[in-house]
C-alpha cells in the first residue's frame, strides 16, 4: 500500500526527524560519563487506513503503525534534577529543571510538556540526558509528533525505573502534551495506534471506549464539531443521524454528514478486509476522499492532483490522510502493480517499545 506526499501544511512546529535510522553508536549500550545504562525508546509513526476526523467525534478509525518514527535514546543525569535533551536532527539543545521546566517554543515544548505530564500523573521522574532522532517525514500527516510524545515518555519512564502498565492511560498523557503544550486538539487516534498497533494489523479504534493542528484549520474544524453537537443537543457527533443534520446551517450539516457516513465507512472497511475485496476497500477509500474533500474541505490543489495521478496510475483506491490542508495521500494498489514515482510502500508495523 502506497503513501505518497504533497507539499508540507503550514503553520506547525518543527519537531525532530531524520532520513536515516539511528546508527550503532545510538543504539543501547553503556556511557561511563553517565551513571546508568542507555536505554532507547522507538515510537512508530502511523497511517489512517480510513476514519479520518471522526476520533475527537467518539467516533470509529483504521489506523496502522509504520516502520519509520521516533527514537529517544538516554541514560540518569549527571545532575540528578537536570533533564538535558539533544535533538540530533536539528542540530540543537535544551536544557531545564525537573521541578520547574517552563515552557519553550517548537520542539522543546514537546519534552518540556512530557516531563510536567508525567509528573503530573503522578510518575517520580529522575533526571535525564536525552537523544531524539527520527525517519518519519514531518508535516505529512504520518503523526511525527505523536511519536515523538510517546517516544518521550517510554524513555523518561525507563530511565526513572517506572513501568507502564497501562498504554490507554499513557496515550491520554500523550494527548494532554499535544493539546496543552503544543497547541494542537487532536483526539487519541495518533497516540493510541502508535503504543497498541501490531505487525501485519490494522488496530480498529472505538473512541467512544477510551474518551478523551494549530495553525492548520485542523482546530477550527473541531469547534464546528462542538457547535454542531450543541445544536443539535448530543453528546458527540457520533450520535447524530443525517436527516437532522441536513437542518444545520452551512457548513455545519457537511461536516456532521462527514462524520457519520465516515464512521459507517470504517466498519465497512472491516469487512472488506476480512473478505479480501480490495475493490470494495478502494471504492471505500474514494468515498473517504469525497468525503474529506467536499464535505470537510480539508483538501488542496495539491492532494486532488496527486489523488488523480495515483488513481490514474491504476490505483484501486486513494484518499487524503492526516488533518489535512496537505501531507500525504494513501493509495491502494494490487499486488505486484508498480509504485508510482515519489511513493513508498508501507506495511502494518508494532507499536512503541523499549529497545
Known sequence: MPITGSPERPG????????????????????????????????????????????????????????????????????????????????????????????????????????????????????????????????????????????????????????????????????????????????????LASLLSSWGKALRIDSDEPRSLRDSGYNARREECRDACSRLGVHSLRDADLERAAQLPPPLDRRVRHVITENRRVDQAIAALTSADMGRLGELLNASHASLRDDYEVSTSAVEATVARLLAAGALGARIVGGGFGGSVLALLAPGAPLPAGAMELVPGAGAQLL
Open 12 to 191: 506547525r512546529d518543527e519537531r525532530p526527524g531524520r532520513d536515516e535510522r539511528p546508527g550503532r553508536d545510538e543504539r543501547p549500550g553503556r556511557d561511563e560519563r553517565r551513571r546508568g545504562p542507555i536505554l532507547t525508546a522507538f515510537a512508530p509513526g502511523r497511517v489512517n487506513l480510513i476514519g479520518e476526523h471522526t476520533d475527537y467525534n467518539d467516533g470509529l478509525a483504521l489506523p496502522f503503525a509504520i516502520t519509520a518514527g521516533v527514537t529517544v535514546s538516554g541514560g540518569p543525569a549527571r545532575r540528578p534534577r537536570t533533564v538535558s535533551v539533544q535533538a540530533v536532527d536539528l542540530g540543537e539543545r535544551d536544557e531545564f529543571e525537573l521541578v520547574d521546566p517552563g515552557y519553550a517554543p517548537g520542539w522543546r515544548a514537546f519534552v518540556r510538556g512530557a516531563v510536567i505530564e508525567l509528573q503530573s500523573a503522578g510518575y517520580a521522574l529522575t533526571g535525564a540526558e536525552l537523544r531524539i532522532s527520527g525517519d518519519v517525514p514531518r508535516r505529512r500527516g504520518l503523526s511525527s509528533s505523536a511519536a515523538l510524545e510517546v517516544a518521550l515518555c517510554l524513555a523518561l519512564l525507563g530511565i526513572a525505573g517506572r513501568a507502564v502498565t497501562d498504554r490507554i492511560a499513557l496515550a491520554r498523557i500523550c494527548s494532554r502534551i499535544e493539546s496543552e503544550w503544543v497547541g494542537a486538539q487532536t483526539g487519541l487516534l495518533d497516540q
